[in-house]
């Protein structure tokens, strides 16, 4: 009996340092994940996509039946915005062509807001509702790197935090904590932007935590649209991010803090587009933003 | 094919866990209450009081192959599951021995692993700093719902497979 209970003692240990180790080592800033775990990931990540797309089908047949009540209100509703939109495509194109030649007479050629789409659809979502992560389908093999934008047609919902070879996983802004910032900025017409930073998620209040970091007038009204900027160096400008449902000074009186509702519903997400930035950014400024 | 068996049903319920978060109304996942699936987990009860004999430990090694899958697939933090999901079934696999088997005693003895395996999940990330709640707000919007769903899942579970469970054990001895 005392073996026994001795034994058992030692296979505890040796689970304890185990974990200790293995905690530890995927904590560390790893640029990559190991091969096993890439092979583990693609293999799971077939069996979920096998799995998926029937109980999606079937889903969305129900909710699909629900909308169908709503659709006479809709269609009306749409109709008239579709009138609003013509005037505003034919006004669109005409600024896009201005500012096409613009840009060729200043001879620029990237645009911080240029990005290439890659569309995904979300396979999975982490069992483990702290972490908010989802997985992909698309992986290294369709382009996909690490610290890509990810976002709905709503707004950015995350980035990409890490790839195998055909998925990805993405981690959510909610679940953000302080080493994960989002710059961020709130455009003005006459004076300079407002910039900040989305530094993590207020689970109590649901919102997105956006410190101000310039104290320009920051008269931040309710309401405003709060978008990615460039300056972070990872992600396109003018991403929505969310509108800003509150704001109030930080403890010191210094600089002010504006909660943001997230303008994408983090829980119904299907499709999602993976934002390829075209500028280049070289590798080592990339780097330093990570850390 | 016999020795496939477990392994295959846990790999569609560790698959399955990731899809069925999509599955449940909207309402219901976006709300403070946190619902996590332990399918796994709760398979591994289940082999365990039905299947492995007092010397045999074939539920604690799936659990350690399964937890590191979970880990690798959903967290990312590889050890937590691999080390939460084994230590819960052998205190199970140490319960069992003064408890006979039903229902409503497999019932409690799930309830009590899940319990045990979210202290420790809630312990491990707390260390690291992964989540920084409460221990109330633990209690009442994860702990709670959790058991709840799971439990709503341990009792379909156990009636399909408990009596397979069985004949196979037997087979087991048989040999």
Known sequence: MSFFRRKSLFVLLIGIICLVVLVGYSLSNRDQLS????????????????????????VNSFSNLKE??????ENRILREKLAEYKTLVYEVQEIEKENEELRQALEIKESPRDFEPIIANVISRSPERWLDQLTINRGSNDGIKKN???????????????????????QLITGFDQLNRIS??????????????????DKEKEALIFRIIEDSDGNLKEGELVVSSNMGGLFPSGLPIGTIKEVIPDQYGLTKTAYVTPTANMYDINHVIVVDRTLTVDDESEKEEVQ | MKRLIFPLILFILLVSEGVAIDLLPSSLT?????????WVLIFLVLINLFYDKSDTYFSIVYGVFFGL???????????AYMFVYPFSVYIVHLLKRFLQTGLLMTVVIASFCLIVTEFLLFFIY??????????????????LPTLLANILFLI???LLSVKHLGRWSNEQLGK
């Open chain 2, 126 to 143: 707390s260390i690291v700093n992964l989540i920084d709640i409460t221990f109330i707000t633990f209690l009442l919007h994860r702990m």
């Open chain 1, 35 to 58: 091969m096993p775990e890439k092979f583990i990931m693609d293999t799971v990540g077939l069996a979920q996509n096998i799995i998926h797309q029937p109980v999606t089908i079937v």
């Open chain 2, 156 to 158: 379909p579970a156990y």
């Open chain 1, 148 to 170: 890509m934008a990810v976002m709905t047609v709503d707004g950015m919902i995350g980035k990409v935090t890490s790839i195998s070879t055909s998925t990805a996983v993405v």
């Open chain 2, 69 to 79: 899958l979970v880990d690798v697939v959903y967290t990312g933090i590889l050890g």
């Open chain 2, 30 to 38: 976006s709300s403070d209450t946190l619902i996590v699936p332990h």
């Open chain 1, 68 to 73: 169908i009540k709503n659709t006479y209100n």
């Open chain 1, 184 to 201: 961020a900025a709130v455009s003005r017409e006459n004076s300079d932007n407002i910039f900040g930073l989305i530094e993590g998620y």
